[in-house]
């Protein structure tokens, strides 16, 4: 029992990369054998090893649908992934959400197709704004996907930006949606870029943001 605490003490938090669940998995059949005489522990630690192999079976499907799109996407998402926080999923879904960038007149039109453009409902004198609920969710849910990231990034600038917006008054929540609208505009002009590159009317962004 004493191996067993031990190596659930030194196991990560996450399980969810392959090094993390075939520590799992190791440590999960080393246990089984001490607890053999433990019909219920043992029961539990089968489980453990089975769905620590399933992690590792889809990490690597996840790698090699990563690797098909990446070859299906070719350079068109190469501005995009410069961007932290966009993999090559990520890249794949804000490419196909927002499909050809024609359809917007500006930056703030597709932030507006993002939904997180803020409405104005301002009435007389007094001039407001409200949450934004509409717009393709899905593209909002990549935007925050980007922006989870960011802010999770020590000393990186969408996470400084997020800091100064929380230093203004803003809570958690207000300030993570003026990132995204932030973010929104960066990610227009690199699917503008990425789309005229393939015209052959301009040459790929080369600073990542």
Known sequence: MAAVL?????????????????????????????????????AILDDLQDAAEEIVRLNDKIREVERRLRALLGDLTA????????????????????????????AAAFAAKCGVAPVPCSSGRHVAVRLNTGGDRQLNRLLHVIAMTQVRTASHPGRLYYERKRAEGKAHRPA??????????????????????LDGRQEPVDSAA
């Open 176 to 197: 993570l949606r003026c990132l995204k609208r932030q973010l929104a505009t960066v990610v227009y002009y690199r699917l503008l870029a990425a789309e005229r590159r």
């Open 6 to 42: 031990i190596g659930v003490m030194t196991l990560p938090r996450d399980i969810t990369s392959t090094k993390a669940a075939q520590r799992l998995a190791a440590l999960a059949g080393a246990c089984g054998e001490e607890l053999a005489q433990h019909p219920a522990a043992s």
């Open 79 to 106: 501005d995009l992934r410069l961007l932290h926080g966009v993999s090559t999923v990520v890249a794949a879904g804000l490419v196909g959400h927002a499909g050809a960038m024609a359809n917007y007149r500006n």
